[in-house]
């Protein structure tokens, strides 16, 4: 994937603004699947620009973007892509792994957001240029992409046997996260049970632990490289380094971009959602804190937001959305919503 220079370089000051002044609107996968089919690629630009003048933004992230790029039907990809051009603001929202580094290092234990939750990575300029200009295009090795998701591809087709701790046949990535779950969690049982922290969701938090910081299983694994070299640590990452994250940061169980994931994560779980798309929607959901609101046409996410007080506000089906002949109207938007955790 191409990029160059500083991803700030390519934001322009009224983009900048609109982020930080504007209602901040995040589509998960199936509700920008529905939007494509609903309202039609032609019609974005013109959703985008109304919503502006409503004070409204849709934003995007990595999680989106990886998601397309890994369409295997090419065509469907590319278009896709244009969609996305269309509708999204300039500005990317941060991988996983730069939400959840940054939180340790600047946020925890408290419950603030005083980081940037912009993407700094290179490419997040090019995805800048390419919402002004359809001509500029994301130039990407699919195979390359293909090879950093298969991480987690594998521990996600033997999910049930990374949470429960079977030992099966499987290969070095599955065991490896399976005994590092299970061991992890064993340490640590008697504190999780002191805060009340559900088994579960426990185990999630650890696994995205494993996949952001040790498997870097990310569209970019830089950010949780540089965290580790912050700490003086070179290299490959061991299993012992790792587990030191939760005696440095024992509340990442309490609060954070990773048990936003976990919670999501293990609500899926337990019904019976044990495939790629339970992690996929937890990293989605670690957007929560810093959007005003999150649309999806999975009733997971109407699920979630039913078990969770704080965001029976902030998660929406498009079932609960007005599709009118601008695209997309949020007639019951919430519009007194704030950041917060």
């Not at 939007?35 to 019609?43: A, C, S």
């Not at 299993?239 to 971009?257: H, K, N, Q």
């Not at 957007?287 to 007080?309: E, T």
């Amino acid at each position: 994937m191409t990029g160059g220079g500083n991803a700030n370089d390519d934001h322009h000051p009224v983009d900048l603004q609109r982020f930080n002044e504007c209602e901040r609107v995040y589509l998960e996968t199936s509700a920008f699947n529905f939007l494509i089919e609903n309202v039609g690629l032609d019609k974005f630009e013109l959703t985008r620009a109304y919503q502006r003048k409503k004070g409204v933004i849709f934003v995007t992230s990595p999680v989106l973007l990886w998601e397309i790029m890994l369409n295997t039907d090419r065509q469907d990809a590319d278009m896709m892509l244009m969609a996305a051009q269309a509708l999204f603001d300039p500005i990317l929202l941060g991988t996983p792994s730069e939400l959840a580094t940054r939180y340790l290092r600047s946020a925890y234990p408290r419950n603030v957001i005083n980081y940037d939750v912009r993407s700094r990575l290179d490419w997040a300029g090019l995805w800048a240029r390419m919402t002004r200009d359809f001509s500029v295009t994301m130039d990407y090795d699919f195979q390359v992409l293909l090879s950093k998701s298969k991480p987690l591809r594998d521990i996600s087709k033997n999910l049930t046997n990374v949470i429960e701790g079977i030992s099966r046949p499987a290969n070095q990535t599955v065991d490896l996260a399976r005994i590092f779950v299970t061991e992890t969690f064993d340490a640590l049982r008697d504190d999780l049970n002191g805060w009340g922290v559900d088994d579960v969701t426990a185990k999630f938090v650890i696994l995205y632990a494993f996949l952001l910081l040790l498997a870097y299983a990310d569209l970019d694994g830089s950010a949780a490289r540089d965290f580790w070299l912050e700490k003086g640590f070179v290299g490959n990452r061991e299993r012992a380094e790792v587990t030191e994250i939760f005696i440095e940061y024992p509340e990442i169980f309490l609060r954070g971009p990773i048990l936003e994931m976990a919670i999501m994560a293990a609500l899926q779980y337990r019904t019976g959602k044990t495939n790629r798309g339970a992690i996929l929607d937890g990293m989605h959901m670690a957007y929560a804190p810093y959007v005003s609101a999150i649309l999806s046409n999975d009733a997971a996410f109407l699920n979630h937001a039913n078990s969770q007080p704080h965001y029976h506000s902030r998660v929406y089906h498009m079932s609960q959305i007005q599709i009118t002949d601008v695209g997309l109207d949020l007639t019951e938007y919430p519009h007194d919503q704030k950041l917060r955790f």
